[in-house]
């Protein structure tokens, strides 16, 4: 638990990036911290600076129904984003902010170890995936790197503002289950 206190300590102090000056609250993550499967995020949006949770506000909402479908909760995954502080008014993290932030993300995952990320979104899975990538058409591919799991699906956000791309998320959720189960991922 030490290395988790140090890293949460270094975030809460951090300054790397223009981000630090606006927030209310960084946003370090939430979950189990041996989980084997992680969820990550873009960055967080208005509830999530105001409370210091990720995924509070309606798109947390909507992603707790989504990873109840498959059986995972907020205490069977670890929950992190790209940035851990609020990009103001939610617009997407720059790379610098990025490039600023990343650094402690690498060191959660490090010390979480986890089987399975899931990428959530086109930004986090241009971080995770692979940069450039295009959701519309990678959503739900898999790739196996580092002994690692990775996939991106459609971000709860997009979900809200385009219901249509529901079906293709749920056939997204079951492969992830079908993944928990293939390498015996504890949930
Ligand atoms: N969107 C994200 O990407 N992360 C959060 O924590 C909240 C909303």
Sequence with gaps: MERWDALEAKCRDCQACPLSQ???NMVFGVGRKDADIMLIGEGPGMQEDLQGEPFVGPA???LDDMLSIIDLNRSNVYIANIVK???PNNRDPMEEEQDAC???LKEQIQLVQPKIIVALGRI???RIQHPGIRITREHGMWACRNGIWHTT???PSALLRKPELRP???DDLL???EKIREVGARI
Excluded: V
């Design 175 to 177: 492969s992830i289950r």
């Design 22 to 24: 606006r927030r209310t």
């Design 85 to 87: 502080c609020r990009p």
């Design 60 to 62: 947390g909402k909507l």
């Design 168 to 170: 293709e998320t749920f």
């Design 124 to 126: 986090a899975g241009a």
């Design 153 to 155: 699906i459609y971000h």
């Design 102 to 104: 990343i650094g402690y």
